[in-house]
């Protein structure tokens, strides 16, 4: 999550400003510098529960009876907590303290994954003549248990541009992005070990939910007893922002007001503006079809996955249903992701950011109609699972111009307004975004997922196009 990267490069900030390396976060791990292992521990336990559980509630929303559309509507009400948790969680950090925020937005995450484990057994309520369905309480779950995905993405984006050198954003944010997606590549595959337990899904699922609230009762509680942050502000420009002319911290000082909010826009560097055009289509392409791709997997084609190993003489069959071997999708496409955002980052000091963002943005556009048409376009070439496993890998490219994106968007803000400005760029946004899956649920359900995936395919292209033509380099990268 943002907010641990953030803490964790906290402590570059203040050491010697030398250029992190790329295994700098697994060093300080095993360093095991106290506030940076109860960091990682925390961040790794509850993206670890997010990760095992989020991909996969579509599907568990439609094993509890929601329609299409209810899951397209799911995807956006997530849209709508992504947008609106920053500012609040930024405002109760500041009025108790990060030790004590941290501890609440954690419990309030670990509570989330246990209204989803016991969903299915609420049943159907009735409450004056209207029957709450058993899926209702999936989205009560989802507004607890985003809450620790809440803290400091801008504050991540403001440090990492001040511990690091110009000219090597992209590999700054690749070390930070690298160890935070270790828990995306783990998460998955252990979830899909888990599903593979029991044939029904809605009693395996539970399973998985279940481990999940264990990680996150141990994040929490190791958090609030380890963690020995320093209450005060982490650097001047942060105290010099959150302080009144009397020198007092007012309630909600990082909560940024609707006037604030219309200076930063206003105020936001020229070179991002294509920039934010085409990402802001690029994702909503992308919002359109994501919540999506589970039912893919698991429904629209039904796809698992058979084989046979044999290993010293001894032969034994692999049988992965397809909720299952979702996961195993989902580990392939971060393994990719992994191995692939360092070496674009390296690449980029050479070529420059531009292009590197543009073939994230590219490979973004294109997964849709990839995955919805690509199996038919290799059939009878290449076997249906084998065609799924190369085009989650395909997927995964998509995350090698994360890093590089990252340093475009915050590059040209001026020293000690990287956070505003990374926090208005991301409100813009995602505020924009919020429909996307409603409108993509709407088509699944009412016309058809192939027309669904080829509109989103589409939009994205137009917003790749739009940043090639329109969009500025960093001039630390030119």
Same mark, same amino acid.
């Given at each position: 999550?943002?907010?641990?990267?953030?803490? +964790?490069?906290?402590?570059?900030?203040?050491?010697?400003?030398? *250029?992190?390396?790329? $295994?700098?976060? /697994?060093?300080?791990?095993?360093?095991?510098?106290?506030?940076?292992?109860?960091?990682?521990?925390?961040?790794?336990?509850?993206?670890?529960?997010?990760?095992?559980?989020?991909?996969?509630?579509?599907? @568990?929303?439609?094993?509890?009876?929601?329609?299409?559309?209810?899951?397209?509507?799911?995807?956006?009400?997530?849209?709508?907590?992504? %947008?609106?948790?920053?500012?609040?969680?930024?405002?109760?950090?500041?009025?108790?303290?990060?030790?004590?925020?941290?501890?609440?937005?954690?419990?309030?995450?670990?509570?989330?994954?246990?209204?989803?484990?016991? %969903?299915?057994? =609420?049943?159907?309520?009735?409450?004056?003549?209207?029957?709450?369905?058993?899926?209702?309480?999936?989205?009560?779950?989802?507004?607890?248990?985003?809450?620790?995905?809440?803290?400091?993405?801008?504050?991540?984006?403001?440090?990492?541009?001040?511990?690091?050198?110009?000219?090597?954003?992209?590999?700054?944010?690749?070390?930070?992005? +690298?160890?935070?997606?270790?828990?995306?590549?783990?998460?998955?595959? &252990?979830?899909?070990?888990?599903?593979?337990?029991?044939?029904?899904?809605?009693?395996?699922?539970? @399973?998985?939910?279940?481990?999940?609230?264990?990680?996150? #009762?141990?994040?929490?509680?190791?958090?609030?007893?380890?963690?020995?942050?320093?209450?005060?502000?982490?650097?001047?420009?942060?105290?010099?922002?959150?302080?009144?002319?009397?020198?007092?911290?007012?309630?909600?000082?990082?909560? !940024?007001? =609707?006037?604030?909010? *219309?200076?930063?826009?206003?105020?936001?560097?020229?070179?991002?503006?294509? $920039? &934010?055009?085409?990402?802001? &289509?690029?994702?909503?392409?992308?919002?359109?079809?994501?919540? /999506?791709?589970?039912?893919?997997?698991? *429904?629209?084609?039904?796809?698992?996955?058979?084989?046979?190993?044999?290993?010293?003489?001894?032969?034994?069959?692999?049988?992965?249903?397809? %909720? #299952?071997?979702?996961?195993?999708?989902?580990?392939? !496409?971060?393994?990719?992701?992994?191995?692939?955002?360092?070496?674009?980052?390296?690449?980029?000091?050479?070529?420059?950011?531009?292009?590197?963002?543009? &073939?994230?943005?590219?490979? @973004?556009?294109?997964?849709?109609?990839?995955?919805?048409?690509?199996? #038919?376009?290799?059939?009878? +070439?290449?076997?249906?699972?084998?065609?799924?496993?190369?085009?989650? %890998?395909?997927?995964?490219?998509?995350?090698?111009?994360?890093?590089?994106?990252?340093?475009?968007?915050?590059?040209?803000?001026?020293?000690?307004?990287?956070?505003?400005? +990374?926090?208005?760029?991301?409100?813009?946004?995602?505020?924009?975004?919020?429909?996307?899956?409603?409108?993509?649920?709407?088509?699944?359900?009412?016309?058809?997922?192939?027309?669904? /995936?080829?509109?989103?395919?589409?939009?994205?292209?137009?917003?790749?196009? @739009?940043?090639?033509?329109?969009?500025?380099?960093?001039?630390?990268?030119?």
């Amino acid at each position: 999550m943002s907010s641990d990267d953030g803490a +964790t490069d906290r402590n570059d900030a203040g050491g010697t400003g030398e *250029r992190p390396g790329t $295994l700098d976060p /697994f060093r300080r791990f095993l360093a095991l510098e106290r506030d940076v292992l109860v960091l990682s521990l925390a961040m790794f336990a509850f993206s670890l529960g997010f990760q095992m559980t989020n991909r996969y509630l579509p599907e @568990y929303l439609v094993a509890l009876g929601a329609s299409g559309f209810v899951v397209g509507l799911f995807g956006t009400f997530g849209n709508v907590i992504s %947008a609106l948790y920053p500012y609040p969680g930024g405002a109760v950090s500041d009025r108790i303290g990060s030790r004590y925020a941290l501890t609440l937005f954690g419990l309030l995450s670990t509570l989330g994954f246990v209204v989803w484990l016991v %969903a299915p057994g =609420i049943g159907p309520v009735g409450i004056g003549g209207v029957t709450i369905e058993p899926w209702i309480w999936i989205f009560v779950g989802l507004v607890l248990a985003q809450a620790w995905k809440s803290f400091g993405l801008g504050a991540t984006f403001a440090v990492v541009k001040q511990a690091t050198d110009p000219a090597r954003l992209a590999a700054g944010f690749a070390s930070t992005e +690298t160890f935070r997606r270790t828990a995306f590549l783990v998460g998955p595959v &252990l979830a899909a070990v888990l599903i593979g337990v029991h044939p029904a899904f809605t009693v395996s699922f539970r @399973y998985v939910l279940a481990v999940a609230v264990v990680f996150g #009762a141990v994040g929490t509680v190791a958090q609030h007893l380890l963690y020995d942050v320093d209450e005060r502000s982490s650097s001047d420009d942060q105290n010099a922002e959150r302080s009144d002319d009397n020198g007092e911290d007012p309630v909600g000082g990082s909560f !940024e007001r =609707i006037a604030r909010m *219309r200076r930063d826009l206003r105020a936001m560097p020229d070179p991002l503006r294509p $920039l &934010l055009v085409g990402d802001t &289509l690029v994702r909503f392409a992308n919002g359109m079809v994501y919540v /999506f791709f589970v039912l893919v997997i698991t *429904r629209f084609y039904g796809v698992g996955f058979e084989t046979s190993v044999s290993l010293a003489g001894v032969s034994r069959s692999i049988d992965l249903s397809p %909720a #299952a071997f979702f996961g195993y999708l989902l580990g392939v !496409e971060m393994l990719v992701a992994l191995l692939s955002m360092i070496p674009a980052a390296k690449a980029a000091e050479r070529v420059g950011l531009k292009p590197v963002v543009a &073939l994230g943005f590219a490979v @973004y556009a294109l997964f849709p109609i990839v995955l919805i048409g690509g199996p #038919a376009a290799l059939a009878p +070439t290449v076997p249906l699972q084998w065609t799924m496993v190369l085009v989650f %890998a395909f997927s995964g490219l998509r995350f090698a111009g994360l890093p590089s994106h990252k340093a475009l968007i915050v590059g040209p803000a001026e020293r000690g307004t990287g956070g505003r400005v +990374t926090g208005t760029y991301y409100l813009l946004r995602n505020a924009i975004v919020i429909p996307s899956a409603a409108l993509g649920g709407f088509l699944w359900e009412f016309v058809s997922p192939e027309v669904a /995936f080829t509109i989103a395919a589409a939009i994205g292209v137009v917003g790749t196009g @739009y940043f090639l033509v329109f969009g500025e380099e960093f001039e630390a990268y030119t």
